[in-house]
C-alpha cells in the first residue's frame, strides 16, 4: 500500500500534515502520473466547496433549478487535478488556489499548466452533464470541453450557461440582462394588479396568503378543515398559529398563540393519513382534489417592528374564479397555446401529490399562481421578439435564456406545494428533491412584492450569477445523447469528469418535467428541437426504478446494466494514459454493488479515492431522503490486466491501515464530522473489492459489501449502509 501524507497550511496560518491516504492500485505502464494522484483533492476542494454552499448569488447555480450540483470550486480544482501532469508542489498549490479563489489571474496561471507542450489543449468528457458544473469549470480552464445528457431542461441549462455566452460581449449582456429583466417585472406587475386587489388597497403590506383546502363530511355534510401544518410563526419565542373552533354547522378559523401540544380539533389523526369528521366522525373516503375546495385561511403582512404579521381574511383578496378562468382562456389563445396536459406519474412514497386528484402539470399551481405564470410567459416571448429585432440573435437568446428561469421562481417557490416555514417565516421550496410530497397546507406569495422568494430578489441573483461568468478560451460542445452509446471515436478524450445520477437517490425527468412544460411555451422559440415533447425524455435516464422495472430486483439489475454499458463507453472513448474521474456516493448497499459490477466488468482500474465533504448538511424538507453528506471520487485509468481474485480477509488487513491513519485522521486533522469520515473509509473497502475479479471468504459483493460496513461502523458509530432495495 503506496501511503501518502503533505504538510499543508491550516486556516489558522499554521503548518499541518494532512494525511491523504493510499494509492488502491499501481498507475498502468505507459500511464503517467497525474495531479489527482496526489491525494489532496479532499483536503483543499472540500474546504473550498463546503464554504461554497453558504455564498448565495455567486455562481451560475443561482440561475436555473437543478438538483444535486457540486459547488463550482470543488468542481474546478477535481477538473484540474485530472488533467495537470505537473504533480508537484507547484501544482498542489495551484490547485488551492482554484479552490479558495476565482480570480482570471489564477485561472491564467492554471490554463498555462494544463496545455501539452505542443500547445495543444486537452479534451475533457462529462458524460452526465446535469446542471453543467463540471463543463462550466472545464471551459473556464481553457480545456476543449465536451458534454452530453439525455434531459432536454440539463442540456438547454448548459447551452445557456456556456454555449449562447460564447458569441457576445458579457458586460452588454448583464446590462440587458438587468434592463429587460425589470421591463418584465414592471409590465408583470402592472398586468397583474386586478389579480392581486389588496395590492393597493393595503399599500402593499400584505404579501403572502395562506392557503388550505376544506371539505364536507361525506355523511352529514359538515364543512371543515384539512389543516395539518398550523404553526405559523416559531420564531423568538412566537407560538402563532391558525386553529379551528367547532360551530354548528361548519368549523370557523382563527390566528392566535398554540401550546406546543394542539388540543383542538384536527380532521387528521396525528401521525397518520386517516381523516374523520371532527362533528360525526365518520371517517372519510379517500380524498381527492377535485372534492375539496382551495380556501385562503390568512394574510402575511410585514411587521413595522420587523417579522411578519399574520391575520385571519375577512376581506376579498382574489378576484372570482370565473374572472381568472376567462383571462385565462383569453391568454391562451392568444399565445396560441394550450394548458399542460401532461400526467404527473402515480409514484406512491416520490410523487405523493398524484394520489389525491393533482393530475397533469397544470394542477400544482392554483388559478391565480397559474395565471401569474401565463402573464410572465407571455411577456418574456414578446420581449424576446423585440431582442430579435434589437440585437443580435446570440444575446436575444442569452438574455431570455437566463430570465426564463424567473418561471423557476414561480414554479418553485409560489405553488400548492410551496410549505410555510414557522422558523424562520419564509417560503419553502416545492421542488428540491428527491420526492414531492402532498401539502394540504401550502404558502402563496405576491411574486411582484417585497416579501419572500419574490421576482425581483430572483432577478438580482440571476444578475450575480451571470457575473460570474468568465470569459474563456476553452471551446465547449455540448448535446442531447446518453452515456450507453457516446457519440464520440475512439481514444478521443484526456480525461472524462462526471457525476452521474445515484441509483434512485432523484428521479432527475420527474422533478425537470414541473418546470419543462411550463417553459416549453417560451423555449420552444429558441431552442425548437428540445423543447419539441409534452415532457423530458426519460428512455435512458440512468437510475434505478421498481415502478419503471415491475421490482426492486429488476430495477437494480437494469442500473447495474446500463451504467456497465456506460463505463465501457467512457473506456472506448478515453485516451490510453487517460483518467476517469467518476463522483458517487449512496447510502445502500444496492448502490454500492452497481458501483462495484461496473468497475470490474470494464477495462477500468480503480487508482484512487478521493473523498470530498461538499454537501449541505441540511435542508428544508427531504421526503425519503437518504442522501450522505460526503461523495467520492473515484479515479481510474484502463488497464488491460487481468484482474485477480482476492480473499476478504487480505481487503480487511487494509481497511484497518486505511481506518487507522486516514479515516480517523479526517476527524482529528481535516474536521470532518464521523459518519463523513466513515463513509469515506467505507469507499476504500468498494474500491478494494470493485478492483478484485471476485472476493473469496464472502457469500456475494453484497455480503462483502454488509461486513465492510459493520468494521467501518466499528469505529465510526455514526455511519451506516442500509440493505435496501430501489425506489
Known amino acids: 500500500?503506496?501511503?501518502?501524507?503533505?504538510?499543508?497550511?491550516?486556516?489558522?496560518?499554521?503548518?499541518?500534515?494532512?494525511?491523504?491516504?493510499?494509492?488502491?492500485?499501481?498507475?498502468?505502464?505507459?500511464?503517467?502520473?497525474?495531479?489527482?494522484?496526489?491525494?489532496?483533492?479532499?483536503?483543499?476542494?472540500?474546504?473550498?466547496?463546503?464554504?461554497?454552499?453558504?455564498?448565495?448569488?455567486?455562481?451560475?447555480?443561482?440561475?436555473?433549478?437543478?438538483?444535486?450540483?457540486?459547488?463550482?470550486?470543488?468542481?474546478?480544482?477535481?477538473?484540474?487535478?485530472?488533467?495537470?501532469?505537473?504533480?508537484?508542489?507547484?501544482?498542489?498549490?495551484?490547485?488551492?488556489?482554484?479552490?479558495?479563489?476565482?480570480?482570471?489571474?489564477?485561472?491564467?496561471?492554471?490554463?498555462?499548466?494544463?496545455?501539452?507542450?505542443?500547445?495543444?489543449?486537452?479534451?475533457?468528457l462529462d458524460m452526465f452533464g446535469g446542471g453543467g458544473t463540471i463543463p462550466f469549470e472545464s471551459k473556464k480552464l481553457g480545456v476543449d470541453t465536451y458534454s452530453i445528457d439525455a434531459n432536454e431542461l440539463s442540456v438547454f441549462i448548459q447551452k445557456c450557461n456556456m454555449e449562447y455566452s460564447e458569441n457576445i460581449i458579457m458586460e452588454q449582456a448583464i446590462s440587458l440582462v438587468r434592463t429587460t429583466g425589470e421591463k418584465v417585472l414592471e409590465k408583470l406587475k402592472e398586468e397583474t394588479d386586478w389579480l392581486y386587489p389588496l395590492r393597493q388597497k393595503h399599500n402593499e403590506e400584505t404579501f403572502g396568503y395562506l392557503w388550505s383546502y376544506s371539505k364536507n363530511c361525506d355523511n352529514c355534510g359538515y364543512k371543515f378543515y384539512l389543516i395539518k401544518r398550523p404553526w405559523l410563526s416559531k420564531k423568538k419565542g412566537?407560538?402563532?398559529?391558525?386553529?379551528?373552533v367547532n360551530n354548528e354547522n361548519e368549523q370557523g378559523l382563527e390566528i392566535g398563540e398554540l401550546d406546543e401540544i394542539l388540543n383542538y380539533p384536527f380532521a387528521w389523526k396525528k401521525r397518520s393519513s386517516d381523516l374523520s369528521c371532527p362533528k360525526c366522525a365518520t371517517k372519510q373516503s379517500k380524498l381527492n382534489?377535485?372534492?375539496?375546495?382551495?380556501?385562503?385561511?390568512?394574510?402575511?403582512?410585514?411587521?413595522?417592528?420587523?417579522?411578519?404579521?399574520?391575520?385571519?381574511?375577512?376581506?376579498?383578496?382574489?378576484?372570482?374564479?370565473?374572472?381568472?378562468?376567462?383571462?385565462?382562456?383569453?391568454?391562451?389563445?392568444?399565445?396560441?397555446?394550450?394548458?399542460?396536459?401532461?400526467?404527473?406519474?402515480?409514484?406512491?412514497?416520490?410523487?405523493?401529490?398524484?394520489?389525491y386528484g393533482m393530475d397533469t402539470h397544470s394542477d400544482f399551481l392554483n388559478r391565480r399562481q397559474r395565471l401569474l405564470l401565463i402573464y410572465l410567459i407571455k411577456i418574456l416571448r414578446d420581449e424576446y421578439s423585440v431582442l430579435l429585432k434589437e440585437t443580435k440573435p446570440e444575446m436575444a437568446k442569452f438574455v431570455i435564456g437566463v430570465l426564463s428561469s424567473l418561471i423557476d421562481q414561480v414554479v418553485d417557490w409560489n405553488c400548492r406545494l410551496s410549505m410555510w416555514i414557522p422558523q424562520n417565516e419564509q417560503v419553502g421550496r416545492a421542488f428540491c428533491g428527491p420526492g414531492i410530497a402532498m401539502l394540504w397546507d401550502y404558502a402563496e406569495t405576491d411574486q411582484l412584492l417585497r416579501g419572500p422568494a419574490n421576482l425581483w430578489g430572483k432577478l438580482e441573483r440571476i444578475i450575480k450569477g451571470v457575473q460570474s461568468f468568465e470569459s474563456s478560451t476553452g471551446t465547449v460542445n455540448i448535446q442531447k445523447a446518453h452515456a450507453q452509446n457516446l457519440p464520440f471515436e475512439d481514444d478521443f478524450f484526456d480525461a472524462i469528469v462526471t457525476d452521474p445520477p445515484y441509483y434512485d437517490n432523484i428521479y432527475y425527468s420527474i422533478l425537470a418535467d414541473f418546470f419543462y412544460t411550463w417553459k416549453k411555451p417560451l423555449l420552444e422559440f429558441i431552442e425548437p428541437s428540445l423543447f419539441e415533447k409534452e415532457i423530458t425524455d426519460f428512455e435512458y435516464e440512468l437510475v434505478a426504478s421498481s415502478i419503471r422495472n415491475e421490482n426492486a430486483k429488476l430495477a437494480h439489475e437494469k442500473y447495474c446494466s446500463e451504467l456497465n454499458s456506460a463505463f465501457v463507453q467512457a473506456a472506448r472513448v478515453l485516451k490510453p494514459n487517460g483518467v476517469f474521474s467518476f463522483i458517487y456516493s449512496h447510502s445502500s448497499v444496492n448502490g454500492w454493488d452497481a458501483i462495484i459490477n461496473a468497475y470490474r466488468n470494464s477495462p477500468f482500474i480503480i487508482t484512487s479515492v478521493q473523498p470530498l465533504s461538499i454537501e449541505r448538511k441540511g435542508r428544508p424538507r427531504a421526503v425519503l431522503s437518504e442522501a450522505v453528506n460526503t461523495c467520492i471520487t473515484f479515479v481510474a485509468r484502463k488497464d488491460i490486466a487481468e484482474k485477480k481474485e482476492e480473499s476478504f480477509e487480505s481487503i480487511l488487513d487494509k481497511m484497518d491501515v486505511v481506518i487507522k491513519k486516514f479515516g480517523l485522521s479526517l476527524i482529528e486533522k481535516s474536521g470532518w464530522n464521523e459518519a463523513d469520515a466513515g463513509m469515506a473509509t467505507f469507499a476504500y473497502g468498494v474500491g478494494y473489492v470493485a478492483n478484485a475479479k471476485a472476493i473469496s471468504g464472502v457469500i456475494d459483493d453484497k455480503d462483502a459489501l454488509i461486513k465492510l460496513s459493520q468494521v467501518v461502523k466499528e469505529h465510526f458509530p455514526s455511519f451506516s449502509i442500509k440493505v435496501r432495495g430501489s425506489l
Open 1 to 124: 500500500m503506496n501511503e501518502k501524507s503533505s504538510i499543508r497550511i491550516n486556516g489558522n496560518g499554521h503548518n499541518q500534515e494532512v494525511y491523504t491516504g493510499f494509492q488502491l492500485a499501481s498507475i498502468p505502464e505507459n500511464v503517467e502520473d497525474r495531479l489527482i494522484d496526489s491525494g489532496m483533492l479532499h483536503y483543499e476542494a472540500s474546504v473550498a466547496g463546503f464554504n461554497e454552499r453558504y455564498r448565495r448569488g455567486e455562481t451560475s447555480h443561482t440561475i436555473h433549478v437543478w438538483w444535486a450540483r457540486r459547488p463550482h470550486s470543488a468542481m474546478r480544482s477535481l477538473v484540474f487535478s485530472s488533467l495537470c501532469k505537473n504533480t508537484g508542489e507547484e501544482a498542489i498549490d495551484r490547485m488551492a488556489k482554484l479552490a479558495m479563489t476565482n480570480n482570471q489571474e489564477d485561472l491564467e496561471k492554471a490554463k498555462e499548466m494544463l496545455v501539452g507542450p505542443d500547445g495543444e489543449k486537452p479534451k475533457l
Open 289 to 355: 382534489l377535485n372534492e375539496c375546495r382551495d380556501e385562503i385561511l390568512g394574510l402575511i403582512k410585514k411587521s413595522p417592528q420587523g417579522g411578519k404579521l399574520f391575520q385571519k381574511i375577512d376581506e376579498k383578496a382574489i378576484p372570482e374564479i370565473d374572472e381568472i378562468s376567462a383571462k385565462e382562456t383569453a391568454l391562451l389563445i392568444d399565445m396560441g397555446i394550450q394548458l399542460p396536459t401532461s400526467q404527473l406519474p402515480k409514484w406512491s412514497g416520490i410523487v405523493n401529490p398524484a394520489g
Open 238 to 244: 412566537k407560538k402563532t398559529g391558525l386553529y379551528v
